[in-house]
């Protein structure tokens, strides 16, 4: 079954605490984004990569890390975590530039 | 500035009428729009995706419609039903510079259907 995955799907974890959360794909898509979802303030982007090895800044990078090692794969790190970013969390990818988009289930953080 | 807007944030109807749902954008330089449903605490789930050629797309009871020009689509949903209950998200996915593109969403529309 095509689709995206991430692990963990809940968090709790405390400030200053390093966190990796993990995004994998099926579908062989080039591109791969991380959204941020907060009340009232809707989607925002993270991070997004097109290709291996390839990423760029979103709307709201400050405090996160990610990677692309492998066409699969795009963690999310947390270096340090602080309250602020506690929301809830979704990886994307795409086949292509400005193809149908796939979403994962979403991990839900809390920073305490 | 490239925005979406989705108003109004909620909307609630009885059973079994047709409904449309309006997304607005602020810049007509798109490569496509794509409809998203999301339930409470849950993922995004494509609905459809509307190519900037194209002028509207069918799934089901779902039509959805794109007028470029004015910066507009249309999410009709028709019959509707209990189980259409949900938050629904337009995404649109801008052209900018060198063939770039950023996909920006608007906050959503929450619908309730009451049986």
């Known amino acids: 079954e095509a689709q995206v995955t991430q692990n963990p799907r809940y968090l709790i974890t405390v400030t200053g605490k390093k966190l990796t959360v993990t995004c994998s794909q099926n579908?062989?898509?080039?591109?791969m984004s991380w959204y941020r979802q907060d009340p009232g303030l809707g989607l925002r982007q993270i991070y997004y990569?097109?290709?291996?090895?390839?990423?760029d800044k979103g709307d709201v990078p400050e405090g996160y890390k990610v990677s692309r090692k492998e066409k699969r794969n795009f963690p999310l790190i947390l270096e340090s975590p602080s309250p602020n970013q506690t929301s809830l969390y979704f990886c994307?990818?795409?086949?292509?530039?400005?193809?149908?988009?796939?979403f994962g289930p979403g991990t839900r953080l809390t920073v305490l | 500035k490239q925005e979406v807007t989705q108003i109004p944030a909620a909307l609630s109807v009885p059973e079994g009428e047709n409904l449309v749902l309006n997304c607005s954008f602020t810049d007509s330089a798109i490569y496509n729009l794509q409809w998203f449903r999301q339930d409470p605490g849950k993922g995004l789930t494509s609905l459809l995706l509307i190519q900037s050629s194209q002028r509207e797309q069918t799934s089901g009871r779902l039509n959805a419609s794109l007028d470029k020009s004015s910066g507009r689509s249309t999410l009709y949903i028709a019959a509707s039903q209990p189980g259409d209950s949900a938050t629904y998200l337009c995404a649109v996915e801008f052209l900018l510079t060198g063939a770039n593109s950023k996909l920006t969403f608007g906050k959503g529309i929450t619908l309730s259907v009451r049986p």
């Open positions: 990569s097109m290709n291996v090895e390839v990423t």
């Open positions: 579908m062989n898509h080039e591109y």
């Open positions: 994307a990818s795409t086949k292509a530039l400005a193809g149908e988009q796939f």
